[in-house]
Nanobody
Framework: QLQLVESGGGLVQPGGSLRLSCAAS????????ISWFRQAPGKEREGVSC????????NYADSVKGRFTISRDNAKNTVYLQMNSLKPEDTAVYYC??????????????????WGQGTQVTVSS
């Protein structure tokens, strides 16, 4: 079964850090563009960041620029999202998905046909 599995979420205080992982199962990530999305309570799902297959291109939502870093380790078949200086407004369920490209404006969530279970990130004191 081909799937992406998110992990690494948790409860963290404002200003803290977390690293999320997006691991591929049943296929190689090497040739896939990957995007992170998130959905906060009562809000629509939104794009957070994306990374090209080679890792040479990465784009971010304005709300996370300078705080989040996306990276990939194709040998481990995993994409990461390092989240620093977390804020309460970063609280959300985070999802990853394979997409066709990584544009500056990110990819709209509605193009994704299926989602994993996501990983919950809660930023609270």
């Amino acid at each position: 079964q081909l799937q992406l599995v998110e992990s690494g979420g948790g409860l963290v205080q404002p200003g803290g850090s977390l690293r999320l992982s997006c691991a591929a199962s049943g296929f190689r990530l090497d040739y896939n563009v990957i995007s992170w999305f998130r959905q906060a309570p009562g809000k629509e799902r939104e794009g957070v960041s994306c990374i090209s297959a080679s890792g040479g291109t990465a784009n971010y939502a304005d709300s996370v620029k300078g705080r989040f870093t996306i990276s990939r380790d194709n040998a481990k078949n995993t994409v990461y999202l390092q989240m620093n200086s977390l804020k309460p407004e970063d609280t959300a369920v985070y999802y990853c998905a394979a997409i066709l490209s990584c544009p500056t404006g990110l990819v709209a969530p509605h193009v994704i046909r299926s989602w994993g279970q996501g990983t919950q990130v809660t930023v609270s004191s």
